[in-house]
Each structure stands twice: as C-alpha cells, then as structure tokens.
C-alpha cells in the first residue's frame, strides 16, 4: 500500500514562529500537494510539486513556501506563522497525471 | 475541472443503501467522474471512479447516466462507519502539472 507520512499529527507554534511540515511518500510518486481544510471552506490547495525541485501555487500560497529537494517528500513552511494559519493540513501524492491521491493522516496546527 | 454539484447533507439508517448523487453537466468526454471520502479527523480515500460505464468495487457502485450529466455513488448496506464526508470530482484520466479541487461534499451521516 502507498504510505503517505506526516511528521506531526499535533502542533502548537507561537506567533511569529517559523514552522515546517514534513511529508514523505513511499511509492516513487512524482507529484505531491499541499492542501489545508477550515470547517465550511473545504479542501483548498496551497502548492503542488509534480517532480523534484518543482512547484506550483496553488489558490492559497500566501504565507507559505514549499521545499521538494528528494522525490519522496515535500515540506511546507510557515515563514512567520499567523493565528489565520490556524488548521488542518494535509498532504497527498499520486503517480503523475493519475487521479487518484492517497493522502497522509493530517497535521492540526494551532497558531497562538 | 468541471464543475460539480452536491447536496450539503444526507442522512441514512445503518444497513440500508446510501445513495449520494453528483450533478455535473459540463462535463466533457474525455473526463472521468470521482469519489472520495473523508472520515473524521481523517485525509481523503480514493474510493471509485469511472467514465461511462457502471463501476463497482469492495467499497461502492457508480451509476453514472447514459448522458453522462449525473452519476450516484452507492453504499449497498450502510454502516456508523461510512459516516463521513463525500466528495465528487470530474477530471480528465491524464492531466500531468495540475492539482485535484475538491468541493464542499457531501455530509453522510449514518444512524443506528
């Protein structure tokens, strides 16, 4: 089965902190995302990678940088993290062009 | 994407079908129609997809209609379970350096 692992199920960060959530995938997937998930707003995507060193804004990219030095994992970064970054964030991989994502468990991150 | 309509919620009594429909009737020939779930607390599954023909696999069946305008995913005999949220995409098979959107879903609450 395709594992998709974040790092951290839970994180508390101080305003102003500079956060980073890892990503790994373990099935040599080209493309990998970077979505958050607010109550009554849904999915909405942050950044994408479709190969290594690659990467695409997505509709919420302020804020936010991404990193994808290795195939396997992608890392998000809140370079000053804000009370509104406040959410659940999820990251998925698929084979390039394919449809079908597998997701990782989730990262709740709570911004004081 | 083309765009996809659901209803916000459903309700169904454990042990009978759960049926979720999904309007899309801009959607084009060469795009596939999508289902994910989401489980509390959970990311995303993959659960079905198809283009013209009916599906079926362990977890569900798409019905999808001859004009290809709508499609129902079915959950045979429902369980507390499936309570979570469903999510209908339409998209081509191969769309390389893009990003799945996911809508607002659907809310399926199974009750005993």
């Excluded at chain 1, 089965?1 to 890892?22: A, I, M, N, P």
């Excluded at chain 1, 690659?54 to 993290?81: C, T």
């Excluded at chain 2, 989401?38 to 283009?51: E, K």
Aim: overall charge neutral; some cysteine; hydrophobic content about 35%.
């Amino acid at each position: 089965d395709v594992k998709v692992t974040q790092s951290s199920r839970y994180l508390v960060k101080r305003t102003g902190e500079k956060v980073f959530l890892e990503c790994v995938q373990d099935m040599d997937h080209e493309n990998m995302f970077w979505y958050r998930q607010d109550p009554g707003l849904g999915l909405r995507l942050i950044y994408f990678s479709y190969d290594v060193k690659m990467k695409e804004k997505g509709d919420i990219p302020e804020g936010y940088s991404v990193s994808r030095e290795k195939k396997e994992r992608f890392s998000l970064i809140l370079e000053s993290a804000s009370t509104n970054q406040t959410s659940m964030y999820l990251c998925a991989s698929r084979l390039s062009g394919a449809n079908v994502l597998t997701f990782g468990a989730g990262s709740r991150l709570t911004v004081l | 994407d083309a765009k996809t309509t659901q209803p916000p919620s459903m309700d169904c009594a454990e042990g009978r079908a759960a049926n979720l429909p999904c309007n899309h009737s801009t959607i084009s020939g060469n795009e596939y129609v999508y289902w994910y779930r989401q489980i509390h607390s959970q990311g995303p599954q993959y659960i079905i997809h198809g283009l013209k023909n009916n599906e079926t696999n362990e977890m569900a069946s798409l019905i999808i209609t001859e004009d290809r305008k709508s499609s129902t995913l079915i959950l045979p005999h429902a369980t507390l379970r499936d309570t979570a949220v469903y999510y209908c995409i339409v998209r081509p098979a191969n769309q390389a350096g893009t990003a799945l959107i996911f809508g607002k879903g659907t809310t399926l609450s199974v009750s005993s």
